[in-house]
């Protein structure tokens, strides 16, 4: 004999399973964990800093 099966049980696994393979798919496209994150955080401000250091100090003067 069949066993039976729970139509909404096995509807609500499909799409949690197709749901899954999605979420993969996306981490794959756009994630970064947080340390990655935090990384180009700190190597932004750093250049940023290093770029204002490097500036010349002018006086309305010189113009």
Known sequence: MAEVINL???RKA???GEAKVQAAA???LHGRTKGER???A???A???RQIDGAK???D???L
């Open 8 to 10: 909404r049980q096995a």
């Open 14 to 16: 499909k799409a949690r």
């Open 26 to 28: 996306n981490r794959a």
């Open 38 to 40: 935090q990384r180009e």
């Open 42 to 44: 700190m190597d932004a």
């Open 46 to 48: 750093r250049a940023e």
């Open 56 to 58: 010349r100090e002018t």
């Open 60 to 62: 309305a003067n010189d």
